[in-house]
């Protein structure tokens, strides 16, 4: 399965990976039709035909690769990945706008994913969510109700997002009530019904095609649900059903359009600064879209990634069994008047020389309680 075992490839493996790829693009991504109008037929074909073309003088695997992040570079979806093993035999991303100095990024977090919380004065209180993968639900879960005295007997509280690339939706509904002031309007997703995508996310429960080597399949593991999430299981276990039902290249409901509710609006906090930056990306956006609804909430930082209108993103193995596509199987129904991708969602208060969180010379949380101490709430 790595990149620098076995035997050596050939040039018809690159070929073959990248014909794959294409195929599986043109298939099972959800934004596929949409980016053919968008940016014409002519414009995905060509690059298409580069990829192909390019391929076919390929010389080692990272040429491959390079290929392959050119050629979804077209389509401006940084959902839209690469994910293989390098030389050293750890797993790599790669993706479409990073350039070469970070496009290469090992899987092991630069910083802990796990949330932190603080009191910071009898005013404030701070919560540090760098993540909202499924493995870190019930830490932020925990966190919230351990420290629910702490937040609700304080007028303010900052939440930092920044440098959170995203996870899954559930992670993040243990902050909704801090930030309830009125009905929050959710609009869903359709999800492209194919063989593959249903395969993909079938794999999700832990259910891998037999075809898959032992090294892929040890990947799969990584995004499996737990068995404990019994209710996510359920949900996807019921969206696998109605794919496999569906005609082939049909977008089906995978959650309806909504409106939440919670049963009473919290008087503390009555002010709630998030703080966001670049890579806020995915379901931190889908986050923060909730999140502006409320009429306690300020967004602090900088615009953030805009990674979100084809999500729900699932691996697919190339021939060479040596890299997985990574391609986002919905399609949000905010489109196409409500579009974030290659826009995000910009800051209320924009914080110039914005750095990263917990890092050396990082101001950004005594700059919004500086706000909140001189901006009495309207």
Request: glycine content about 6%; overall charge positive; proline content about 7%.
């Amino acid at each position: 399965m790595r990149s620098g075992a076995g035997p050596k490839r050939t040039v018809n493996e690159y070929r073959r990976d990248v014909d794959a790829a294409v195929a599986m693009v043109e298939r099972n991504y959800a934004g596929y039709a949409d980016k053919r109008k968008r940016f014409g037929a002519k414009f995905i074909d060509t690059a298409a035909g580069r990829a192909r073309d390019a391929a076919a003088k390929a010389k080692t695997s990272e040429d491959c690769h390079r290929i392959l992040v050119d050629w979804l570079s077209a389509f401006k979806d940084r959902h839209l990945g690469i994910v293989f093993w390098d030389k050293a035999g750890r797993l790599q991303c790669r993706g479409p706008g990073e350039d070469e100095a970070t496009m290469s990024r090992s899987a092991a977090p630069l910083r802990s994913p796990e949330p932190t919380a603080q009191v910071l004065s009898d005013d404030t209180f701070l919560m540090t969510i760098p993540s909202f993968a499924l493995a870190c639900k019930i830490n932020i879960e925990a966190l919230t109700k351990y420290h629910d005295m702490e937040i609700r007997r304080r007028p303010n509280l900052i939440i930092d997002v920044r440098s959170n690339g995203g996870g899954a939706d559930h992670a993040y509904g243990f902050l909704s009530p801090y930030l309830y002031t009125q009905p929050v309007v959710e609009v869903g997703c359709d999800v492209l019904a194919t063989k593959e995508n249903a395969d993909a996310w079938e794999s999700l429960l832990g259910r891998v095609p037999k075809q898959f080597p032992e090294g892929a399949k040890k990947i799969l593991v990584m995004t499996r649900v737990p068995d404990e999430e019994k209710g996510i299981r359920a949900e996807i276990a019921q969206t696998v059903k109605k794919m496999r039902a569906a005609p082939a290249g049909t977008f089906i409901p995978k959650n309806p359009d909504a409106t939440k509710t919670f049963p009473e609006v919290f008087p503390r906090p009555s002010r709630v600064a998030v703080l966001i930056d670049g890579e806020c990306a995915s379901t931190t956006e889908q986050f923060l879209l909730e999140a502006r609804q409320s009429k306690k909430v300020t967004l602090f930082g900088q615009p953030t990634a805009g990674i979100l209108d084809y999500a729900n993103v699932r691996l697919f193995l190339l021939p060479s069994g040596r890299c997985f596509l990574s391609i986002p199987t919905t399609r949000s129904r905010r489109l196409p008047n409500d579009p974030i991708d290659n826009i995000g969602i910009a800051a209320d208060v924009r914080i110039r020389n914005l750095t990263a969180p917990q890092t050396p010379g990082d101001t950004a949380v005594d700059f919004v309680q500086d706000y909140l101490r001189h901006h009495p709430h309207s």
